[in-house]
């Protein structure tokens, strides 16, 4: 009888040791989207977030009001005398592009100049960017909480009149209402590239 207690405790003992080996050694669940990804982002996981900032119309609005679609993210200034203009006009140019293959992404602008970039100021450059652009501002509060959400730098020169310029990271990113944060953009991409590179998420989704 202990003889069969020792066995059934073995037969026991090697059930659960493959039990935990198949559940250790098991794929991990499919990244729908690694066929559009060049490389894994480093901290990709931890980017983006819930954010809380005031649009044009001056209402206070979250990431769930805002991201009801594929948006692109920039953060920027209105005052900006070359980067941000160009940059958003590339976002609202791969927009268009898209637009035309009949997939709908809404660009999003943030301001990291609350100072000057009021709810009006920052809703009249969206508008003059792009007729779907979406401007965001805030207290200096809200704007460094949704910055560091993103890992963006900014940091305003010492305001010695109205013009100053304000330092500031230049990546645009590509955001899912259900996903969050799922790729980014450098400066030197192209509309059309962008554009084939949102398309490939939005077929995947």
Not at 111 to 124: M, Q
Not at 154 to 180: I, N, Q, R
Request: glycine content about 6%; some cysteine; charged content about 25%.
């Amino acid at each position: 009888m202990r003889r069969f207690y020792a066995i059934a405790a073995v037969v026991v003992a090697i059930g659960f040791l493959a039990v935990m080996l198949f559940m250790g050694n098991r794929p991990e669940e499919a990244d729908k989207y690694a066929q559009c990804k060049n490389a894994t982002v480093a901290g990709g996981a931890d980017l983006g977030g819930p954010f809380e900032l005031v649009n044009a119309e001056g209402k206070t609005v979250t990431d769930a009001d805002v991201i009801t679609e594929p948006s692109l993210i920039y953060f920027g200034y209105t005052f900006c005398p070359d980067v941000c203009p160009l940059d958003v006009d590339r976002n609202a140019s791969a927009v268009d592009v898209l637009a035309d293959r009949g997939m709908s992404v809404t660009p999003v602008f943030i301001s990291i100049d609350p100072a000057r970039d009021t709810p009006e100021v920052v809703g009249e450059f969206a508008a003059n960017m792009h007729p779907k652009m979406i401007g965001l501002t805030g207290s200096p509060e809200q704007v460094a909480a949704a910055s560091a959400a993103y890992r963006t730098y900014y940091k305003a020169h010492e305001a010695d009149d109205e013009y100053y310029l304000v330092d500031h990271s230049t990546f645009s990113y590509l955001v899912m209402p259900d996903e969050g944060f799922v790729d980014f953009f450098r400066r030197d991409v192209t509309p059309e590239k962008m554009a084939d590179k949102i398309a490939c998420y939005i077929e995947n989704q």
